[in-house]
């Protein structure tokens, strides 16, 4: 089987000048730009009107650019009956809350039972759209709420609504130390520069953005309320890492296990056994990307979070004089 695709666009001033598979993959940014590339040479895509074979030709501004092809049904993955936690569906989206340990799209160390051969599995049709319908991914290890496209319309409108910064998406966290206040995080982040599985903020990333605010104070560390503006791989627990406040329990940015001062055995055990980053998508906000309408979703704490922030309690009310500054 096979997907009919047809995307129109106009060459705005800011990509007058730039290559035709360049702007291409900035209007019709659900595709990859060797897909699109391929397409061009193909003589699938049209310059006002008129078939145009050369990716790196020049576009002017107000010039329509038009694909028409079709994507053959993705068969590199298979459907597998993974669990998956749907919490809304309507027949152009789904909503699912994803529990810890379970990776969203197949890659070298996890060639499958992830979120996408689920998606395969219970929704056969979303083999037909591109990454099954996934618009953005959480950690291996981060829990919470997940948008899907069923279409490719929806998915192509979900992702320009992401890139846009008109889906709204909110963290819980618990970091390392006592913070005083909320702020803004606003530093790119790329590819570490030796550990290729490891992101860093860096002056020649792509830009990065992450508020927060205090929800809670305990006293060697800080329960948080996190938006992201942009979505760049790891970006929260790459960000707090940076300003010296690391997530609980993150294995890859959250160095080295520091004692607390007259900690309980409780509370030094739960630490150190806490093997995941505390982190959970706990809300989700956007526009029906085909019916208008305002829609937002709620995800309470997973339990193994709920437990952390209560022995986190029980450890500030036995101290409540005794702040630890890390």
Same mark, same amino acid.
């Given at each position: 089987m096979s997907q009919s695709i047809e995307l129109m666009g106009t060459v705005t001033p800011e990509q007058a000048g730039k290559r035709l598979d360049q702007v291409l993959a900035e209007l019709f940014s659900d595709y990859s730009r060797t897909r699109i590339k391929e397409w061009v040479l193909d003589g699938k895509v049209l310059v006002n009107g008129n078939i145009c074979r050369l990716p790196k030709e020049k576009v002017m501004e107000g010039q329509s650019v038009e694909i028409v092809t079709e994507i053959a049904e993705d068969t590199r993955w298979q459907a597998q009956d993974v669990p998956l936690n749907v919490v809304y569906e309507d027949e152009h989206l789904l909503v699912i809350d994803k529990p810890e340990g379970l990776v969203v799209h197949p890659g070298?160390?996890?060639?499958?039972?992830?979120?996408?051969?689920?998606?395969?599995?219970?929704?056969?049709?979303?083999?037909?759209?591109? +990454? !099954?319908?996934?618009?953005?991914?959480?950690d291996k290890d981060t829990t919470g709420l997940m948008v899907v496209a069923k279409t490719i319309p929806t998915q192509i409108r979900l992702v320009s609504a992401l890139q846009k910064r008109r889906i709204t998406r909110e963290y819980e966290a618990i970091v390392v130390g006592h913070m005083t206040g909320g702020g803004t995080v606003s530093e790119p982040? &790329?590819?570490?520069?030796?550990? +290729?599985?490891?992101?860093?903020?860096?002056?020649?990333? $792509?830009?990065?953005?992450?508020?927060?605010?205090?929800?809670? +104070?305990?006293?060697?560390?800080?329960?948080?309320?996190?938006?992201?503006?942009?979505?760049?791989?790891?970006?929260? +627990?790459?960000?707090? &890492?940076?300003?010296?406040? =690391?997530?609980?329990?993150?294995?890859?940015?959250?160095?080295?296990?520091?004692?607390?001062?007259? !900690?309980? $055995?409780?509370? &030094?055990?739960?630490?150190?056994?806490?093997?995941?980053?505390?982190?959970? !998508?706990?809300?989700? $906000?956007?526009?029906?990307?085909?019916?208008?309408?305002?829609?937002?979703?709620?995800?309470?704490? =997973?339990?193994?979070?709920?437990?952390?922030?209560?022995?986190?309690?029980?450890d500030s009310e036995e101290h409540p004089d005794d702040i630890v500054w890390i």
């Open positions: 070298a160390g996890t060639p499958d039972g992830t979120v996408l051969n689920g998606l395969l599995y219970r929704y056969p049709a979303l083999a037909e759209v591109p +990454r !099954a319908g996934i618009v953005h991914r959480l982040i &790329s590819r570490h520069a030796t550990q +290729r599985t490891m992101m860093a903020v860096n002056p020649m990333g $792509k830009p990065a953005t992450t508020h927060y605010r205090v929800a809670e +104070r305990f006293r060697a560390h800080t329960r948080l309320r996190l938006r992201l503006e942009t979505g760049r791989t790891h970006q929260i +627990r790459v960000h707090m &890492s940076h300003i010296n406040h =690391p997530l609980v329990g993150d294995p890859v940015y959250g160095g080295r296990l520091r004692p607390i001062r007259n !900690a309980s $055995k409780e509370l &030094s055990d739960y630490l150190r056994t806490f093997r995941r980053q505390a982190l959970h !998508a706990t809300m989700l $906000k956007l526009i029906h990307p085909i019916t208008g309408e305002e829609m937002e979703w709620h995800s309470p704490i =997973p339990e193994d979070m709920v437990e952390l922030i209560n022995v986190l309690r029980i």
